[in-house]
């Protein structure tokens, strides 16, 4: 397990922008696939985006909105979100996990941070 801390969460009017970070040592950075998710009021928690050294993936939803990135300098996940949308609103989490099976027990993650988008 390692320590994840999320910030930057907010609520914004749709069509705004919010910055996401997440605080992981620069060891986990690079030996774990990262990834955002996040839950809606009364819905499952979902993939969103995520980064390896290979690349990155995006949840169709938010393709070409968000763009995660990591600075290993600054020890951080970023998640950045652009015209954001009401439907964007739920808990936003970071995650850890080995070879991206974020399903498994040994997957860690950060405690979330709330993001409103109000129409």
């Known amino acids: 397990q390692v320590q994840l801390v999320e910030s930057g969460g907010g609520s914004v009017q749709a069509g705004g922008s919010l910055r996401l970070s997440c605080s992981a040592s620069?060891?986990?950075?690079?030996?774990?696939?990262m990834g955002w998710f996040r839950q809606a009021p009364g819905k499952e928690r979902e993939e969103v985006a995520t980064i390896t050294s290979y690349g990155s993936t995006y949840a169709d939803s938010v393709q070409a909105r968000f763009a995660i990135s990591k600075d290993y300098a600054k020890e951080t996940l970023y998640l950045q979100m652009h015209s954001l949308k009401p439907e964007d609103t739920g808990i936003y989490y970071c995650?850890?996990?080995?070879?991206?099976?974020?399903?498994?027990?040994?997957?860690?993650w950060g405690r979330g941070t709330p993001v409103t988008v109000s129409s």
């Open positions: 620069a060891d986990t950075l690079i030996r774990y696939c």
């Open positions: 995650a850890a996990a080995i070879r991206c099976d974020f399903r498994s027990s040994s997957t860690s």
